[in-house]
């Protein structure tokens, strides 16, 4: 029996019958039980009582459309049927996030809305032009709380294919997202040639006004130039002078996939396609030596929120959580053989639930690859007559890429012969844009990218989940910066004046948990495992989170309406105790859609109080992203930002643990020139044609 015809069944006789499915995922089991099921827990020195019996559960979200209230329900698999275990009616103003769906739903309703159609008609723009991208409504508390909405930022699309984000509107249609009416239109002020707003304050206008007459401008007709990114359409011609490069295993990919267990060289982990996030990676060990090491239980993208800096209504509510409100998985891209990804690739479907009930499968959602990154070690002995020695570094790569609206996220983790953990993100797509009235300056809140387009500065913040396990599930953190000695220069501490230390602490408690980035300190974390010691220096084993140049921290005043909201992204880590009953999961709460504070059950409120967090059980929170000051090289598409997170081994291992890793020439690699290496004869140390010598 499916997942939604169990709950059918169930809930009908309760009198619900009107169902619009929103989300549905796994409910996780417990960490200990996963753990000594899979006999992690014996190789720590902690055994079970007994053996688990890990039941596998599901977790679904649904509106009842006759009341719009929210429904939860968990549902356990017993023998081959679902059965609803627990049923829960959620607060009126809680809201799960935002489908696919709705979103073209959106796109549909303004094309229908004779407002919004008179109001197009206005500047020139008719139905069939008109396009709508839909975000959450962020903070509005002009609206009743239960009611579910989205605010749609307008666009004119002249022919087929077109950029349609050349050709924005000057209006915002408020659309409830269950019934699709449009309950309510804003105009955005503008900006005079000083600066100056047509309105004498950024607080929003009341519903009850007459919104344009209040903004104090005259209406802006949309630009009409085109500005094409497709090949065919940009009258561009493509370059001629690039020749292929492939990317080949003749013998076929090093890595070995049994269904979500995915192995590569000494690496094993479990692969899964989450609606939320994406990608989930758990219970990653590592073969050392025969000893296989539990590292980290979970590593996902938990959270992310992109707050713009424009303060004039509406503009001050377009702060869209990207993870919580939309889900980076539910908006995943079906992936292209050859293009997204280059070599021998193997891919993982992702599915995720509809609103009639119904699976909405992605076929080509993640992918998996190996690829060179260059150089892993090297070393030449300068001296006549000595040896030279180079490896090069190959890397699994899991990745996968998601379009949300205007922008495209694709991110990353890197597993390394070195026993290194990336994680990275790449940031394109195409940037939210406003239009401008001739003559009117973008200052001090945006960039003109293009004539009357202005990209507003806006920033992309991201949460890293992080659950360690390394070398077992208790750890502790340790911050570490790097000072210069205190000691003068000419004292008889630090006589030359060059001294510097690693000042080192622990992280004690749950309120000493939110930790911001210092770069003059070059400020680091350390996750440890203080029952195991390197057997040379003697510190703990652990894994070093090496953050340098990706920490970011919100802009907004705290108090603000996204700082009420992504309290995660006013600190560069977050530390918290995980409870395995209720795993510590959503940095911005379970339901972010529309909350008007920062939940109880999310970070801010975790990182509260006297509770331990020495030898415990943890969870950490990375936040990284970028500080985005568009430029016209930004437009119409975006080259990639990048960012990355790596995680290294820090006195986990007793020496290199890629000394094993072998060096091989290429015998596919060539001279571009042969005849300009004809006359060499062998020079410095290194030169022999070998990469090993």
């Not at 609103?355 to 070690?377: F, R």
């Not at 396990?469 to 000419?490: A, K, Q, R, Y």
């Not at 504070?597 to 990182?607: E, K």
Request: aromatic share 10%.
């Amino acid at each position: 029996m499916t997942i939604s015809r169990a709950i059918r069944i169930a809930l009908v006789q309760k009198g619900v019958n009107a169902f619009k499915f929103m989300c549905c995922s796994l409910v996780l089991p417990k960490k200990s039980d996963v753990l000594s099921a899979l006999g992690m827990m014996s190789t720590t020195g902690i055994l079970p009582k007994s053996p688990p019996k890990i039941q596998r559960c599901a977790e679904v979200d649904f509106i009842n459309l006759v009341d719009g209230l929210t429904h939860n329900v968990i549902l356990a698999y017993e023998g081959s049927s679902w059965v609803v275990e627990t049923h829960t009616i959620l607060p009126e103003d809680v809201h799960p996030q935002i489908t696919p769906e709705e979103l073209n739903e959106a796109d549909e309703a303004v094309r229908r809305n004779p407002d919004v159609i008179k109001l197009a008609a206005e500047i020139g723009v008719t139905p069939e032009q008109l396009h709508a991208d839909g975000w959450s409504i962020g903070y509005d508390d002009r609206f009743p709380a239960k009611k579910r909405l989205q605010q749609c930022l307008l666009f004119a699309r002249y022919g087929e294919h077109e950029n349609l984000y050349a050709h924005p509107l000057d209006f915002f249609p408020v659309l409830d997202s269950n019934t699709f009416e449009v309950v309510h239109i804003d105009f955005a002020a503008n900006r005079k040639s000083n600066g100056s707003l047509s309105v004498t304050s950024t607080k929003p206008a009341e519903l009850g006004q007459e919104n344009f007459q209040v903004c104090g401008r005259e209406r802006i007709w949309p630009p009409t130039k085109a500005f094409e990114y497709l090949p065919d359409r940009t009258n561009l011609p493509p370059r001629d002078d690039l020749k292929p490069l492939h990317i080949l295993q003749p013998e076929g990919p090093s890595f070995k996939v049994d269904g979500h267990i995915v192995e590569w060289q000494k690496w094993k982990m479990h692969v899964a396609f989450s609606g939320r996030e994406g990608i989930a990676i758990s219970t990653v060990m590592y073969d050392d030596g025969g000893n296989t090491r539990p590292l980290f239980y979970r590593l996902s993208l938990a959270e992310m929120v992109v707050p713009y800096a424009e303060t004039a209504p509406p503009h001050a509510r377009k702060f869209a959580f990207d993870v919580g409100e939309y889900g980076m998985g539910t908006q995943g891209n079906d992936l292209s053989l050859g293009c997204d990804c280059l070599g021998t690739i193997h891919y993982m479907p992702g599915s995720y639930i509809g609103h009639s009930g119904e699976p909405v499968t992605i076929n080509k959602a993640i992918c998996i690859h190996e690829e060179d990154d260059g150089i892993l070690w090297k070393h030449t002995d300068f001296r006549p007559g000595g040896r030279s020695h180079v490896v090069r570094s190959r890397r699994l790569v899991i990745s996968m890429v998601a379009t949300v609206a205007n922008y495209e996220y694709a991110w990353y983790y890197y597993f390394g012969q070195d026993g290194s953990i990336s994680f990275a993100i790449r940031l394109t797509g195409i940037l939210n844009v406003y239009v401008l009235a001739p003559g009117e300056s973008p200052a001090p809140f945006g960039s003109v990218v293009a004539p009357q387009i202005n990209a507003h500065y806006h920033q992309h913040i991201f949460s890293f989940r992080i659950d360690p396990c390394i070398d077992g599930p208790l750890n502790t953190i340790l911050e570490s910066d790097i000072l210069p000695l205190d000691s003068p220069t000419g004292s008889t501490d630090n006589w030359a004046g060059n001294g510097f230390i690693v000042d080192e602490r622990v992280i004690k408690t749950a309120a000493e948990g939110g930790r911001s980035y210092d770069f003059a300190k070059d400020r680091r974390w350390t996750i440890v495992n203080r029952e195991k010691k390197h057997y040379a220096s003697g510190k703990p084993t652990g894994y070093g989170l090496m953050a340098r140049g990706v920490c970011t921290e919100l802009m907004a005043k705290p108090d603000s309406w996204v700082g009420k909201r992504a309290k995660f992204a006013t600190k560069s880590l977050w530390v918290v105790k995980d409870d395995e009953s209720n795993p510590r999961m959503w940095p911005a709460g379970k339901y972010v859609p529309q909350t008007r504070d920062h939940p109880t059950d999310s970070v801010g409120n975790w990182c509260s109080g006297g509770e331990s967090l020495e030898d415990q059980d943890l969870v950490l929170f990375l936040t990284m992203g970028i500080n985005h000051v568009p430029h016209p090289e930004q437009w119409p598409v975006m080259p990639v930002e990048k960012l990355e997170v790596t995680l290294k081994p820090v006195n986990f291992f007793e020496q290199n643990p890629a000394l094993d890793v072998p060096s091989l020439p290429d015998p596919k690699s060539v001279l571009a020139f042969p005849t300009a290496h004809q006359q060499e004869t062998q020079g410095a140390p290194g030169g022999t044609g070998s990469c090993c010598s």
